[in-house]
């Protein structure tokens, strides 16, 4: 028994087969790879937006110590200036210092341009 060479028309059909086959197993991996593509980019987008709040909440308890810290300064400044005016005995360099140590605290708490 001897085989033969199927004939072109079904050596055509089976090539179509399996073009078709293989078309439909690209297509679903394609499907497949876009799915896991989009789960990604929403944990990933998820992530970012508790990094955010996280972010935010950082830097507004840095914002408050550094609030009150200023605060307390700016009270202890004045109290002290309070003090130096009250008292007949202070000189002016003594009070001319205070005023430098207002102005530097007050460029501190604005914040300085960029020098450069």
Do not use: F, N, W, Y
Not at 5 to 14: F, H, K, L, N, T
Not at 28 to 53: I, P, T
């Amino acid at each position: 028994m001897s085989t033969r060479p199927a004939p072109p028309a079904a050596q055509a059909g089976e090539a179509l087969a399996r073009l078709l086959e293989s078309e439909r197993a690209a297509r679903l991996e394609v499907e497949r790879c876009a799915r896991q593509a989009a789960a990604a980019v929403a944990e990933a987008s998820a992530r970012a937006g508790e990094l955010h709040a996280q972010t935010e909440g950082r830097i507004e308890r840095l914002r408050a110590r550094v609030t009150a810290t200023a605060r307390r300064r700016l009270a202890a400044l004045a109290a002290e200036a309070d003090a130096l005016a009250a008292d007949p005995e202070a000189d002016t360099a003594t009070l001319a210092r205070l005023d430098r140590a207002i102005a530097e605290l007050v460029a501190d708490l604005a914040g300085r341009p960029e020098e450069g």
